[in-house]
């Protein structure tokens, strides 16, 4: 089954830190770039990071540039998020995205003292 699954999400209080796990399967994992993206009640999904199909170029949406890191496993079919310093803001449902369209149910992200 083609799909994606995400896990890692929760509550979490301001300057903590979170790891989100995205599991592939179904598709050549190694062949498609990836990307986080989150959305809040009301507004358009943003974009949060990307990374190549070999991990060597990432991106970085300017708001969380420093504090979170992409990283994928290609052994492994997955694709990783890592989250420091969190702040409220950063509270959301995260999607990962593989290149070819695929979506993944997403995880609830709750940054709150």
């Known amino acids: 089954q083609v799909q994606l699954v995400e896990s890692g999400g929760g509550l979490v209080h301001p300057g903590g830190s979170l790891r989100l796990s995205c599991a592939a399967s179904?598709?050549?994992?190694?062949?498609?770039?990836m990307t986080w993206y989150r959305q809040t009640p009301g507004k358009e999904r943003e974009l949060v990071a990307s990374?190549?199909?070999?991990?060597?170029?990432?991106n970085y949406a300017d708001s969380v540039k420093g504090r979170f890191t992409i990283s994928r496993d290609n052994a492994k079919n997955t694709l990783y998020l890592q989250m420091n310093n969190l702040k409220p803001e950063d509270t959301a449902v995260y999607y990962c995205?593989?290149?070819?369209?695929?979506w993944g149910q997403g995880t609830q992200v709750t940054v709150s003292s």
């Open positions: 990374i190549s199909s070999a991990g060597g170029s990432t």
């Open positions: 179904g598709f050549t994992f190694s062949s498609y770039g």
């Open positions: 995205r593989a290149w070819l369209g695929l």
